[in-house]
Nanobody, 120 residues
Framework: QVQLLESGGGLVQPGGSLTLSCAAS????????MGWYRQAPGKEREMVAQ??????NYADSVKGRFTISRDNAENTVYLQMNSLKPEDTAVYYC???????????????WGQGTQVTVSS
């Protein structure tokens, strides 16, 4: 099995920046897709940013403020968050679709979540 290990959450003032990281806990044969989702209290989980084969996709609410990137050698995905707003407050989850080995199926994995709080 594999775990997605997230880090980088915390408390930041409005207008500030944070960078989230998500790394696989072991060597992976192949990763097709990685992304970040978030869930605020009382709301459904929503897609924030995705990266697949180098192509990126963002939620309208974060376009121009957030940047997703991936380090293929380290099986790590990052989310650079700038100009943070109180409405960005949520638990952020990492997601990946990957193959652990050449004979294993593509499978979906989620991280445990990291809290981001934007408040003065």
């Amino acid at each position: 099995q594999v775990q997605l290990l997230e880090s980088g959450g915390g408390l930041v003032q409005p207008g500030g920046s944070l960078t989230l990281s998500c790394a696989a806990s072991r060597m992976i044969f192949s990763i097709n897709h990685m992304g970040w989702y978030r869930q605020a209290p009382g709301k459904e989980r929503e897609m924030v940013a995705q990266i697949t084969s180098g192509l990126t996709n963002y939620a309208d609410s974060v376009k121009g403020r957030f940047t997703i990137s991936r380090d293929n050698a380290e099986n790590t995905v990052y989310l650079q968050m700038n100009s943070l707003k109180p409405e960005d407050t949520a638990v952020y989850y990492c997601h990946a679709i990957l193959k652990i080995g050449p004979a294993t199926p593509w499978s979906s994995y989620w991280g445990q979540g990291t809290q981001v709080t934007v408040s003065s």
